[in-house]
């Protein structure tokens, strides 16, 4: 069967699978300071990085419209499936199943699934991968959504942030807790929960530190990692994604490893400095 794989731009796509037919990301859009950019190809992290931190406000981040997922669906392909961003965290789940349906209500026959990934970043980026191998494995339609939705919920997230702004500016964390947190060096440790949310998990004080802890934490929570890939998202510090990739090499088998920069959605969200970690 052909099928076809819509990945919203949270979730970042290494190159290879950029230009392969059976990928589309549909990119979400930015805002700083009145300025829309795009989170597509033409994304430019260190500018963006520039214009987020000279920014007293937060940046925004809108989800593609209905329409736009409608338009990737729309296609020859027989299963077509979509990933997006947590729908705690974004409009984007909706705004493909709303894209789903205006699909459907002129081609019924069409199998579209959309997943919510409970997740960001490079763990949509996971699903993806899960989804073509089960459909190059030839399983069905309804076998690959139960199988990938299990996967789901057997995935977990972390990150640590070296940048406490983004939250300070969106009103997660008071200008008081930020100062203090900048004061004493303290970094959290953050995670998602089971319904896609995102939680502290414990915190440290430094950088170097708070990565040990998150490694800790997922070496404690992995399962059948031998069957897994290892993937870490990061922006704008490889030297430091590659650091958290041998340290949990050095405790766990993995299937295979994906290390990758974040796009625009991820790169706003973690900033500068900021590791993601899925497994």
Request: hydrophobic share 40%; proline share 4%.
């Amino acid at each position: 069967m052909s099928y076809k794989i819509v990945i919203d731009s949270c979730g970042e796509l290494p190159a290879s699978y950029k230009e392969d037919a059976r990928f589309e990301s549909v990119p979400l859009t930015l805002t700083v300071e009145g300025e829309d950019i795009v989170d597509d190809d033409s994304f430019d992290q260190k500018s963006f990085l520039a214009k987020v931190a000279a920014s007293p406000t937060c940046p925004k981040s809108s989800c593609p419209s209905p329409d736009r997922y409608k338009n990737a669906y729309d296609c020859p392909a027989e299963h077509i499936y979509a990933v997006t961003l947590s729908a705690e965290l974004s409009g984007s789940y909706n705004s493909a199943m709303l894209g789903r349906q205006l699909l459907l209500e002129e081609t019924p026959d069409k199998k579209i699934h959309v997943f919510n990934s409970r997740s960001a970043s490079i763990g949509e980026t996971l699903i993806a991968l899960k989804i073509q191998e089960c459909e190059e494995a030839g399983m069905d339609f309804e076998e690959t959504v139960a199988h990938v939705e299990a996967y789901i919920r057997g995935q977990h997230t972390y990150f640590v942030l070296e940048n406490l702004e983004t939250f300070r500016k969106n009103g997660r964390l008071s200008r008081a807790k930020a100062l203090t947190a900048t004061v004493l060096n303290i970094k959290p440790i953050m995670g998602s929960t089971d319904e896609g949310n995102v939680q502290q998990l414990d915190k440290a004080r430094g950088i170097n530190k708070a990565l040990v802890k998150m490694v800790d934490l997922a070496v404690a929570q992995a399962v059948d990692t031998e069957k897994k890939i290892l993937a870490i998202s990061h922006c704008n510090c490889p030297e430091r994604a590659q650091i958290v990739k041998e340290a949990i090499l050095e405790r766990l088998p993995v299937r295979d490893v994906l290390l990758l920069d974040t796009a625009g959605v991820s790169s706003m969200y973690a900033n500068d400095g900021g590791i993601i970690l899925v497994i």
